[in-house]
């Protein structure tokens, strides 16, 4: 077959049966494929990545020369277990293959797009699915926020650890949460000049969560080293304060930092500029959670009004058949994640009729401890870094909100002023979140500056862009689709 700028294209027929598929190999779905794959299951595992190991374990120059290997003997143990299970045929091991789509009721046809440029289908049959997709980068729209120079913190990173890129020489790193320290130490490492480090919250509240930060005492070492090298690099770490504006004609010059009150109004006193080339912000991750959604499961409101994957302590989602592990069930980091994939991909076991033995049934039991001490911590994590609604005050109105279609502030007002009282209907008004990322940058933001979280921009149907010949050639199209 032919596609529509010439090349070839095919479709792989469907696959028999497997026991379980595991959708993404980053720490959650790498857990929960050697977990049901060790019980005897055959298990695919599929990810859009050219290699395992997810956002956390980022393969890379960088990785491949011994930085940003926090957590690499975890990640080495994984990756050994699943070599195993691959060479003896239990685990068929699918990167470079992005689901779109889950079909049927179980078994599930889980439709995949291979190769580079996505022009092969491929469906995988399985009786039971393990969601494990990660999180994005959540974005807050401010004044010069969408030039060139200004990037997400996670976005950094991936160039930092995926090609060994700073994209400048002098940077600031601005958000909230721990994720900040890692970036800012990534580009310490490469050889960049970090200019500032600005959290809008005030850490010291960690302080009133002593038993959470017991329970994630693991993370304390690593930390520690962040922040012993922004220390040695003198680094200013500023608190309750953010970049408000960045500023530049074709790339950013220098950003403006305010002081900010509890609530992120701006203090008194002004902003004043710092000169960096670079921006990286991080406001946290907001879950992948489109396929669970389009196949049925229900997902409910985590901190912050992020939609999450609601689970039973099994990591089963509403959707018999369907279970959910990692940051889609809530933003938790790699830890969490591991536990949760151990769990799932034990449950999948058992719903493919395998009895884990006493050695299995024993790891369950530790990742369920695990679990609960580390959904403690990130619960605290929740509520010190927690994006408070002062922010609605920095955009203007000639601020970019929805960055692929161009949507200004004051074009989302105007749809309201039209009388469009939910994000769908500003959405249908405005345009806004119907550019490619199909909303995944500006929904947030966008709900919270219409006034109120409201419902969103409405299901996405299919999880990455898919050409419309690949949808023609489905014989059973999802009923969502
Ligand atoms: C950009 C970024 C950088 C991060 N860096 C750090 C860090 O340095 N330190 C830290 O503690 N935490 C970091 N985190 C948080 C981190 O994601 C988690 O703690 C941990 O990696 C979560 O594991 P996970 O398995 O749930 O998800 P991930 O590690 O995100 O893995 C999800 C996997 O699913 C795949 N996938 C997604 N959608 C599809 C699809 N439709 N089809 C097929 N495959 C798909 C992805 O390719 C990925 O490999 C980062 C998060 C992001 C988004």
Request: positive net charge; proline residues 6%; glycine residues 12%.
């Amino acid at each position: 077959m032919t596609d529509l700028n010439g090349s070839r294209t095919s479709t792989t027929p469907p696959s028999s049966l497997v026991d379980v598929a595991v959708v993404g190999a980053g720490p959650a779905g790498l857990a929960a494929a050697v977990a049901a794959a060790d019980t005897g299951c055959r298990v695919t595992l599929l990810d859009t990545a050219a290699r395992p190991g997810g956002q956390y374990w980022r393969w890379g120059p960088a990785t491949a020369s011994g930085q940003h290997r926090h957590g690499w003997a975890a990640f080495t143990r994984l990756k050994g277990r699943l070599d195993a299970h691959v060479l003896a045929g239990r685990i068929d091991y699918r990167p470079g293959h992005a689901v779109f789509a889950l079909e049927g009721t179980g078994p599930f046809g889980v439709h995949a797009l291979a190769d580079e440029r996505h022009r092969r289908r491929v469906e995988v049959r399985a009786g039971t699915v393990v969601v494990a997709t990660g999180a994005y980068d959540r974005q807050l729209p401010f004044p010069g926020w969408t030039l060139p120079g200004v990037m997400t913190a996670g976005g950094a990173q991936s160039l930092l650890k995926g090609s060994g890129v700073t994209a400048g020489t002098r940077v600031v790193v601005a958000g909230t949460g721990p994720f900040l320290l890692p970036v800012a130490a990534g580009f310490l490492a490469a050889g960049a000049g970090v200019a500032a480090v600005v959290e809008a919250n005030d850490p010291i509240a960690w302080l009133h969560h002593p038993s959470a930060l017991a329970a994630g005492r693991t993370k304390l070492p690593e930390a520690a080293v962040y922040l012993a090298a922004l220390a040695r690099h003198r680094v200013p770490v500023l608190r309750r304060s953010a970049v408000v504006a960045a500023h530049g004609d074709r790339r950013l010059r220098s950003v403006s930092v305010a002081r900010l009150n509890p609530d992120w109004s701006l203090a008194p006193g002004g902003a004043r500029n710092v000169v960096a080339d670079v921006l990286a912000t991080g406001w946290g991750f907001l879950p992948q959670t489109e396929l669970l959604g389009a196949a049925g499961a229900e997902l409910a409101a985590g901190p912050g009004a992020a939609a999450v994957a609601a689970v039973d302590a099994r990591q089963r989602t509403t959707r018999p058949g369907l279970l959910a592990a990692g940051e889609t069930t809530g933003i938790g980091g790699a830890d969490l994640a591991v536990a949760e994939g151990t769990v799932a991909g034990v449950t999948a076991a058992v719903a493919a009729g395998r009895r884990p033995d006493v050695r299995q049934r024993v790891a369950v039991a530790l990742a369920v401890r695990r679990r609960t001490g580390l959904r403690r911590f990130a619960a605290a994590m929740h509520e010190v870094h927690a994006v408070a609604g002062g922010w609605v005050a920095w955009p203007d109105d000639d601020t970019v909100v929805c960055r692929c279609e161009e949507v200004t502030l004051a074009e989302l007002r105007a749809a309201v002023d039209l009388g469009a009282d939910d994000l769908r209907s500003v959405k249908l008004l405005s345009r806004t979140g119907m550019g490619w990322c199909q909303g995944r940058i500006c929904e947030s933001a966008a709900a919270t500056l219409i006034g109120g979280g409201g419902p969103a921009y409405g299901p996405r149907p299919l999880a990455v862009p898919v050409p419309l010949r690949v949808l023609a050639e489905l014989d059973d199209p999802h009923p969502a689709l």
